[in-house]
């Protein structure tokens, strides 16, 4: 089992451009989540998914969006790319609310 | 609303020494719970340990163990034996309802052997 995976590893964009982060779980767990990750700060709530069909936003949804595509997938887009989202993205999920969440590896995204 | 604070930037130890990281969470919900995760270089985010607001007990995983003080709003994290692999950056978090965790800005913690 791969656990929870993310593409792609690392991506330089230029200001204006979009992209669209990937996660994929194949643990069967209900709930997603997109955290990002600043340099000397903790981690910080973007968007996440209570089940499938499902969104909401976190502590830091501007110039996000999410999709859920299914139990498995849950599809982070930056529509116009900014300096100020240069940031390691990270993906989560777990079975239920209270339950222990499951990083992926990661996305180390730089906007020049 | 909640928050977490770390308020110790760095900490260092020994191999073989105990080490005590500390946490304060705090919210207006009745019923959360509390991790500490470990970020080692590779950047992987893994859980160390758990703890539900509910239970007395403190939550103890082979040499990680917590120190949950309710009422004062504490959740310190002891490594006991510490060992040249625990290196790493420790995060406090804490959970609410629909899973959202709100983590605290880190720790950094070096072993010296």
């Known amino acids: 089992n791969a656990g929870v995976t993310q593409t792609p590893k690392f991506q330089v964009l230029k200001t204006g451009q979009s992209m669209t982060l990937q996660c994929a779980q194949d643990?069967?767990?209900?709930?997603m989540y997109w955290y990002r990750q600043d340099p000397g700060m903790g981690l910080r709530l973007i968007y996440y998914?209570?089940?499938?069909?499902?969104?909401d936003k976190g502590e830091v949804p501007n110039g996000y969006n999410v999709s859920r595509l299914n139990k498995r997938e849950f599809s982070l887009r930056l529509e116009s790319a900014a300096p100020s989202q240069t940031s390691v993205y990270f993906c989560?999920?777990?079975?239920?609310?209270?339950?222990?969440?499951?990083f992926g590896p990661g996305t180390r995204l730089t906007v020049l | 609303a909640q928050t977490v604070t770390q308020s110790q930037p760095e900490m260092s130890v020994q191999e073989a020494e105990t080490v005590t990281l500390s946490c304060t969470y705090d919210t207006s919900e009745s019923d959360y719970y509390l991790f500490w995760y470990k970020q080692p270089p590779s950047r992987q985010m893994i859980l160390v340990i758990r703890q539900e607001a509910y239970k007395q007990q403190n939550a103890t995983e082979n040499r990680f163990s917590v120190n949950f003080q309710k009422a004062a709003k504490s959740f310190s994290l002891k490594i006991s034996d510490s060992q040249l692999g625990d290196a790493a950056m420790y995060f406090c978090a804490g959970g609410t309802s629909y899973g959202k965790l709100t983590f605290g800005q880190g720790t950094i913690l070096t072993v010296h052997p």
């Open positions: 989560a999920t777990t079975w239920g609310a209270t339950d222990t969440q499951y």
């Open positions: 998914s209570a089940s499938e069909g499902t969104t």
């Open positions: 643990m069967n767990h209900n709930s």
